[in-house]
């Protein structure tokens, strides 16, 4: 059975068809959903969603409750359906710290409720539907959409550029900002994670693609795109609108203790008032505005509320319900870890005529789920008994009981008591080559080093002509001046250089020998300490030592028993030691880094499969730990 099957089997009870044909009828204004535990409310309304759109907006008391509930309908439903509405602000109505991030997402949510005005699912916090938006007409007038064969000139697009206050850089990595070289314009918008690489060929668009600001390589071609600046800057100081103003009129929407949010919302606004006063300076923007500029005040936003469908979630309802719909349904037990009792409680529910749902985020964990059901001993009554549930791999926040359908949905990090994490907008690791955000922080001075031609000086990014076209390039300087220009797309050909704190570096001769030497020399050295190495390890490996057996599901029970799920770089060191641990030839394996949680339980596992399954000296190079031989440890309890 998959979560489709589990979908249906929502939809179809006489409450949740009750629930679709109010809402498809519109024949009431206040409708409370009762008695619905865990993640059953997002199953719910994401099989609604499912057969029907509709405009959606979800308003929850905190943050991190509209993450967790936004992460739910994503997984569910698929990426990109369900999107979060944050707050402008790192801290809450901390108007000096605005996080970029977040108005980039605010600004794809207006963007997209304008654009598909009749289906959107919007999941927000009280805070954020607080604030006050841009109105349509000032985000139409101040957007540019643009496509693929379009006539535009490189003009036109620099003078929307500028009237929107985007900066031109030599090199985009933020939010607001803009490039030129040659045909080529780079620009990061605000509607859009990632930013535009436009080619145009005379007076007309060839090309768009998204690309990755540290790389510089293409992620995907476009065929049409949106341009808007940051919609929380000075650029529009015109008018603003409450953000219920730029929903549609048919928007539904769906509340979870709405008591909790209004008391919050009217508390922060004393904390606002109190720490601004009524009148608000704008650093940045070299002006003052009122916190009602700002901020609806609690009284519009609840007059603002009262024009919709409200749907409210949870078991004390704001409003008094015109109609009211009662699930039955209980949180997931609780366990502890006790595997046994699980065992025990899912062959009680197959007696009962339930259904089990394990909800795992990856098939790892149904592996391991599986291995631990194979190998735990057995009660009486249940010997013989077949073992009966189906695994999602769908991550849900927390699981629940639906006595009225007969199925029991459990999640993994509830199970192995771990902590669940919401996943917002992914994040770009920085690479060893330079990134062009490093590029730009780089001073006249600084050394760099050159895969071919070894150690120069950063002099600056300078204008080249390159056959025929205008291009940035990187500046290096080397030993009796002599000047090599780098294009940025052959930045991963160079890097910062790193040396001994104080010691500076002798720079290259362009054209000499010195630098191929130096590396000829060190890679014979290298050679030479390899095969060294490989006879050392032949004879190692010739040696026979002691094997240990494969993991029981006492081990794996241990492992899961961590808080939280580990790194990729964390399972593969872990992997890598247990392999070495069940070969028959010494284990030479060095785990270092920083002291920190992924070498804590690498270090505990290896002891646990010391003490389970026998008696083997372990060396690890790991600080602030004195490892002994196993009748050692026993010793020193």
Not at 130 to 156: A, Y
Not at 397 to 415: A, E, N, P, S, V
Request: proline share 3%; glycine share 4%; net charge negative.
């Amino acid at each position: 059975m998959d979560l489709n099957s589990v979908l249906q089997r929502i939809l179809d009870q006489p409450q949740s068809r009750r629930l679709e044909n109010l809402l498809l009828k519109s024949e009431c204004q206040r409708i409370h959903l009762a008695g619905l535990s865990g993640s059953s409310d997002a199953l719910l309304l994401a099989a609604f969603f499912k057969e029907h759109r509709h405009p959606a907006l979800f308003i929850f008391g905190d943050r991190e409750e509209a993450a967790y509930f936004q992460n739910d309908l994503e997984n569910i439903l698929g990426v990109g359906r369900a999107v979060l509405y944050p707050s402008s602000y790192k801290k809450p109505y901390q108007i000096d710290l605005p996080d970029n991030g977040n108005i980039l997402q605010r600004a794809e949510v207006l963007t997209r409720i304008n654009k598909t005005r009749d289906h959107f699912i919007i999941v927000t916090d009280a805070e954020a539907a607080l604030e006050r938006v841009i109105t349509k007409k000032t985000l139409e007038r101040n957007t540019l959409d643009i496509k693929v064969g379009q006539k535009f000139t490189f003009d036109f697009l620099m003078e929307f550029l500028q009237e929107n206050t985007f900066e031109r850089i030599d090199f985009v990595f933020e939010p607001g900002q803009y490039s030129i070289r040659g045909g080529i314009m780079d620009i990061y918008s605000f509607a859009h994670e990632l930013p535009f690489r436009i080619e145009l060929n005379g007076d007309k668009i060839e090309s768009i693609r998204s690309f990755d600001p540290s790389t510089q390589l293409s992620e995907q071609s476009l065929g049409f795109v949106t341009l808007i600046p940051n919609i929380q800057s000075g650029l529009i100081t015109e008018e603003h609108e409450s953000f219920f103003d730029f929903l549609p009129d048919n928007t539904i929407i769906y509340t979870k203790d709405l008591h909790y949010s209004m008391t919050s919302i009217q508390a922060s606004m004393e904390i606002v008032v109190e720490k601004y006063g009524n009148e608000i300076k704008i650093d940045d923007e070299q002006a003052i505005r009122r916190v009602d500029d700002l901020f609806d005040t609690p009284e519009l936003f609840k007059e603002k509320l009262e024009k919709h469908i409200i749907v409210e979630l949870g078991n004390k309802p704001y409003y008094q319900p015109e109609e009211l719909i009662t699930y039955s349904t209980k949180p997931q037990p609780h366990f502890n870890k006790n595997f046994g009792l699980l065992l025990d409680d899912l062959f009680t529910n197959q007696k009962k005529a339930y259904t089990n749902f394990l909800f795992a985020e990856s098939a790892k964990q149904s592996e391991r789920l599986y291995t631990i059901f194979e190998d735990l001993p057995r009660s009486d009554e249940n010997k013989g008994l077949e073992l009966k549930f189906h695994t999602i791999h769908t991550a849900l926040h927390q699981g629940f009981i639906h006595d009225d359908l007969k199925i029991i949905c459990y999640t993994d990090h509830q199970i192995f008591n771990r902590y669940h994490r919401f996943r917002l907008k992914k994040n770009y690791s920085k690479s060893e080559a330079i990134t062009l955000k490093e590029l730009y922080s780089l001073k006249p001075g600084d050394f760099i080093t050159h895969i071919d031609h070894g150690v120069g000086r950063f002099a600056g990014l300078e204008t080249i002509d390159a056959n025929g076209k205008q291009q940035e390039a990187i500046r290096l300087v080397y030993r009796d001046n002599d000047i090599l220009y780098i294009s940025i797309h052959s930045l991963h050909r160079i890097a910062r250089y790193s040396s001994k704190e104080g010691e500076a570096p002798s720079l290259n001769k362009l054209g000499s020998t010195a630098w191929s030497t130096l590396k000829q020399k060190t890679k014979k050295k290298v050679k030479d300490i390899a095969k060294e190495l490989i006879a050392l390890y032949a004879k190692r490996k010739a040696q026979k030592g002691f094997a240990f057996t494969k993991d029981s599901y006492l081990q794996t029970e241990l492992e899961v028993s961590f808080m939280y799920e580990d790194t990729p770089d964390q399972s593969k060191s872990t992997n890598d030691v247990k392999r070495d641990m069940e070969k028959d030839f010494p284990m030479d394996r060095l785990i270092c880094g920083d002291v920190g949680f992924g070498k804590q339980k690498s270090l505990f596992v290896q002891l646990s499969k010391l003490f389970v399954m026998g008696n083997k000296w372990l060396y690890l190079c790991l600080p602030q730990f004195w490892l002994y031989s196993t009748s050692e440890l026993f010793q020193k309890g």
